[in-house]
């Protein structure tokens, strides 16, 4: 049985960029993504978390350009966003992390993406 539009869960994917402090530092993907999954965790708390219900999209994670999508309940957005403003640290490297853009279209956001990257 299919579900009606107006009773899925509505969410919203976010771009995220990650600005290391030490110039041309970069991470991999795995550092990233528990670091991310841990102050999500931390923040939200686990009920919290539950009912927000982040997701890191993880073919969108670029090495290079540091930037990242992560889905969220539409609700939750300005949570998340502060939640991850306030990471300092992955793996020892001081970091800065700013959100850059909001989408709740995950092509709208990707398309971002790769022109900021110039990727086009």
Request: with cysteine; net charge positive; aromatic share 6%.
């Amino acid at each position: 049985m299919k579900l009606a539009p107006s009773l899925k869960p509505k969410k919203r994917y976010i771009l995220f960029k990650i600005l290391p402090e030490t110039k041309g530092k970069t991470f991999w993907k795995r550092e990233v993504i528990e670091a991310l999954e841990q102050q999500i965790i931390k923040c939200f708390g686990i009920f919290m978390h539950a009912k927000a219900s982040p997701m890191i999209v993880k073919e969108t994670f670029e090495e290079k350009s540091g930037q990242i999508i992560i889905k969220v309940g539409h609700k939750y957005t300005d949570e998340l966003k502060v939640a991850l403003a306030l990471l300092k640290q992955i793996k020892d490297h001081n970091v800065t992390i700013e959100a850059i853009s909001t989408s709740g279209i995950l092509k709208k956001l990707k398309e971002r993406m790769h022109h900021q990257t110039g990727k086009a």
